[in-house]
């Protein structure tokens, strides 16, 4: 293989960008189309916020799998794969055994217990005002760091694709995104954002089968030949196989790996918008069955990755992949360039260029889900029932919605400009980590503590959060790296990448702490209610 894959396929996609051009416009014309149809049937809150509760277990678990199949599990997991062997397929281990905690201890419970957002859970039993505003403002603050990758994923993305080099085009294709993703939710709503996601769920998927099995037929369907391959490739020999490569060299690294693991396994089951899919069904039944499809489809994709990211190793050597991009996000679309024939050839372009295109799609989706959780819960926690104390209505609601989608829309952009060249896996990593810290103690203890107070949730919210984020701004993923946000500058005191280590047992201290030292008594009647409501679906919505 040429090595200077990336100029040819620079060179070779700007021959066949009449074709890249026409396979974005598709997608983003058929969910314009399936957005402005959603539009037309949303008549009230619960369909702007919940779709009308109106989806099978079968259609909201291909949505929760759109929504979670994000750019870090396609671009970020393969990367990282691509360039740390063993260690970067620990990411697609711990994204998908995360699922077992939403399962087992959230998705039933959370459908009984609330309407539209994380926050009707907490108000339940606790003192309205005060709850709903740190569970508002955790949602907006998790959603805006997970927006943070998939705002960095397209624009590496659709950069390569074009042959843009400039920063200040890799930033009007960020801004691009974020146009697109606020027009989706802003009409369409719940109804659309689903239906956009089942929609990329099955593009995705069949991309995702397509890139496997031209890789596997490549080396014979031969897995041994293929992991030879790419120890072989990398320049690191047996060790690309073996774990600590990325997280064992020294012990801060190590200590990084729990913290990460710890971040992926609970994360899950806190993150704003696979909680609020939950409501999109009309029971609780089928609320399970919806994360019974999700590990099923998720899980045989996250076995795929493992496949795309060795066998871009195996193709392309370590210095090709980060040419493109440092982070290594490029080495999915780049390995599909390569295994359609290279960068000289008709075949490597159009697989290219439907790889990315499916790439994109998964971002705008992604990002729409993401936005539309974050929006609710401004509109619904925090203007409805915080601001206008519950006297607003329906209508005023929706449309505090729309507008705090542009807000989130325009923060997004801003942000993910900044972050265009991390890895978008790790990124998502810190978005786990923050909902980990601090909705998820909160979310639980709420459900199955009777002494759980206001006093508690708060802390425990504001506390997570907090710690979670001040750890962040100070670690080696904003400064003190080459591969850092602000790589020229070294303000980090705090020696680990992901905060989850330290932040997530914070703020289950902190909710137990809170609770201990609260001076108010808990009600054990509305304790009572909720749990019968929780268990049983009895009163549920």
Known sequence: ??????????????????????????????????????????????????????????????????????????????????????????????????????????????????????????????????????????????????????????????????????DAGKIGIVALVGVLMIVYVTIGGMKGTTWVQMVKAVLLIGGTVLITFLILLKFGFNVSDLLGSAAENSGKGAAFLEPGLKYGLTPTSKLDFISLGIALVLGTAGLPHILIRFYTVPTAKAARKSVNWAIGIIGAFYLMTIVLGFGAAALLSPEEITSSNKAGNTAAPLAALEIGGGGDSA????????????????????????????????????????????????????????????????????????????????????????????????????????????????????????????????????SGKETSMFPKVDFHWFPLENPGLISIPLGFLLGWLGTILSKEEPDEGKYAELEVRSLTGTGAH
Not at 58 to 72: K, P, R, T
Not at 377 to 383: E, T
Not at 449 to 459: H, I
Request: glycine share 10%.
């Open 1 to 166: 293989m040429s090595q200077h894959v990336v100029l040819a396929a620079s060179s070779e996609v700007s021959e066949h960008q009449p074709l890249i051009i026409t396979l974005f416009g598709l997608f983003v014309v058929a969910t314009l189309v399936i957005t402005v149809w959603a539009g037309k049937q949303t008549k009230d809150a619960a369909d702007f916020y919940a779709g009308g509760r109106q989806f099978t277990g079968f259609q909201n678990g291909l949505a929760i799998s759109g929504d979670y199949m994000s750019a870090a599990s396609f671009l970020g997991i393969a990367g990282a794969i691509a360039l740390f062997g063993y260690d970067g397929f620990l990411y697609s281990i711990g994204f998908l055994v995360a699922w077992l905690v939403a399962l087992l201890l959230v998705a039933e419970p959370l459908r009984n217990s609330g309407r539209f957002t994380m926050g009707d859970v907490l108000a339940y039993r606790m003192r309205q005002r005060p709850v709903r505003t740190a569970a508002g403002a955790s949602t907006i603050v998790v959603s805006i760091f997970y927006l943070l990758a998939q705002m960095a994923g397209a624009g590496v993305l659709v950069a390569l694709l074009l042959g843009i080099t400039t």
């Open 347 to 478: 075949g490597g372009a159009i697989l290219l260029a439907v790889i990315s295109a499916v790439a994109f799609a998964t971002i705008l989706a992604v990002v729409a889900g993401l936005t539309l959780a974050s929006s609710s819960s401004f509109a619904h926690d925090i203007y409805a029932n915080v601001i206008r104390k519950g006297q607003a209505t329906e209508k005023e609601e929706v449309r505090a919605a729309r507008w705090a989608t542009v807000f989130i829309g325009i923060v997004s952009i801003a942000l993910g400009a900044l972050a265009r060249d991390l890895n978008v896996a790790g990124l998502v990593a810190l978005a786990f980590a923050v909902a980990a810290s601090a909705n998820l103690p909160t979310i639980l203890y709420s459900l199955f503590w009777k002494r759980f107070t206001t006093q508690g949730a708060l802390w425990s919210i504001y506390g997570g959060l907090a710690s979670s984020v001040l750890l962040v701004l100070f670690s080696p993923v904003v």
